[in-house]
């Protein structure tokens, strides 16, 4: 059985991470599909968002990485995928992730999201904050997979 | 009796049109007040959006369709009209709107908000993801008033 | 046009004769419509939550106050009202009150709530902490149309 | 793989049916655990609340029903259990899962609760709303699984 | 300057002490104000929840204990306290604590409420999921000050 | 004792400058240190807000204005100062503002958050609804403190 799990990813953090190790308790294989999403002026472009990911997940079994432009739905409709992975951090991401389920679900019926709880240390870190953190040159590195860091680190 | 309905419009959804044959059961005339709204960067231009309400709305009896720049405050005092319409589908739409209608209370103290509640198939339609999904190519016709479908095929 | 205007109503207090007054601007007649309501074990009697409610709108038109036990959908099926009115005071306010209606709504199809905001100084006021402050013989008849703040002085 | 479903089932509705039936899309089996809680006053009795979760599942293979007593990782910790199944409705809802999870993680670290999202139409069904609809005498056969409408329709 | 810390304390949790102390830095005197409460039906009486609270903070200079019935702005009035102390874990928490200050301030103008953070450990310690944990026979000595654990065990 | 009030003051309103009045009875000194945050894109020039700070809080004893770029915590360790002051006006305000304490408090361990409440008149005036009202030709100048209010004024 397989589940998506969608996302800017910018960057990948410990905290997705987290959510991906736990998932994969449950499904033979994890697809991280990260989103181009221009429209949200991402830090990193669509490309180390995605070289990020992979080095993130690189020494997990059953975890890939793609990209995809357009419609989450289109990409589980092509891969034949009807479950959809999010963590939930608060009350405000669920509000958000419940309506974007609701949407999904009305444009393909046998659409399933599954919502699971990171663990504790893991509540705090929204990549919001990590981006934030960054661009005031603050050290990200306790946030972040060592290769996401290093990655990082390299090309600044 | 009239009510004023203020939005950006961008575009004119099912659901919006759901909550202005609501309030015409209440009221004689429901005035449709497209804001400018040049912030907020919309999706289609301000004239657009006026065109496509009237298209949505140009059926019904006792509507009427009107653009505004400026305070909303403003609009009403001029028109004599005290009562302001808005649709609520969950709780973060509704902290917004009840801190909007705070602030526009203390401005006109005679101002008086009427929240309503769309039908439960236009719960999950909001215009923000109505724009997420036609901006990646995904097919919005059954999210839209018939006319206004058609009038964004064309224009594209 | 009439609407109904359901509560416990234990005590009737200052902030709903504020929006019973509002409503009256837009509707023809307001119901009042005290619930027996047993299980929420209520500090006053039906009968005098009653006698209250008539006491706090007696000198308004177009006002009538009555009792029931059973469904509210029933209530309004049998009178031929389709309006419920619902005062709002924040965020956890209305996610019960919006449950309630799409509850309410699956019942009796043409049900259609309307939520008004009381005035800003009685925000603040549910009938929970007036008869929290009454149990530990606070001050409550502040909070209270006069003619019900006599009432429940003249009972004590 | 197994997933507990815990809750009072005060009484069974078809919205924790359709959330059974969901997590069996996932798991192998699904342990319905019908919680005793006296002091929750529940309408129906323990046995009667086992019985009722019984009827509504009997039909579904690799779905057990049982009773318990005590702490709920203490069952799962017994039988070996780690993932807890709840269906999600509102935010309200969201809130008070959150809060039970993070407890019993701190009491059971592998605990790994799971969150799905119940069918559209199964949203608004609470079994608060089901048992005060049933006390006022109101028809609720329409959101019980047939056997617990049965069942509870034989027992008055 | 002097800060008040009402509560039911049933039972005083290691979450509350940690509270009681981040005052402490900012205040000379905690004065911990157990409610008598009746109505909210405590697990343990009112002198053993004011017995638990002198246990749980008595190795702590500038803190007392005190018990209450009636108003807390009355006790505030006559001690010449103004400002009170809440901790504050969650949304649900904040709504309702904002609730009864604004209601307080509205009795005593001078009412000032102080909300701080519990540390991060102590944020799913709630007094009623202790009190849930306790009543299951679960094992609760890790959520409470030593003393008070030991009362409670002495007690049993 | 001292305490910073962090915050972009895109202009310093009417509420920040009772926030500062509260705090200033408990501490004594209150630090108002305006971000410069050039990815708010905020209305008024960095220079411009500390400059409309100052005009603010200059009547006042123990208040100083700074300006400062990266993070927050580091400038609280550079002055020694381990509490930190903010203003709640309700839910959404303050779920956002303890997502970011907690991150603070994982940078700086020592990180103490206070949380206030506004007076009931300030409690609907946030800095962004002044901006938008400002923005539309609205008078803003009952909303901010007069020195800011006439700044502004000869600004334009």
Chains 1, 2, 3, 4, 5, 6 share one sequence.
Do not use: C, H, W
Not at 49 to 75: K, N, P, Q, S
Not at 98 to 117: G, T, Y
């Amino acid at each position: 059985m397989n589940i998506i799990y969608p996302g800017t990813f910018d960057p990948f953090s410990l905290g997705q991470l987290d959510i991906v190790i736990r998932a994969r308790q449950i499904y033979d294989t994890v697809t991280v599909a990260v989103s181009d999403n221009p429209r949200k002026n991402p830090m990193f472009a669509f490309e180390e968002r995605i070289e990020m990911a992979r080095l993130a997940v690189d020494e997990y079994d059953g975890v890939e990485v793609i990209g995809f432009t357009g419609l989450l739905v289109d990409v589980m409709r092509e891969r034949g995928i009807k479950f959809m992975l999010r963590g939930i951090r608060g009350m405000l991401d669920f509000e958000y992730e419940f309506q974007m389920a609701q949407v999904n679900r009305s444009m393909l019926s046998e659409f399933e999201p599954i919502f699971l709880m990171p663990g504790e240390k893991y509540m705090v870190l929204s990549s919001t904050f990590i981006r934030e953190v960054a661009v005031l040159n603050g050290d990200v590195s306790g946030f972040l997979p060592p290769k996401v860091a290093e990655y990082i680190k390299a090309k600044i």
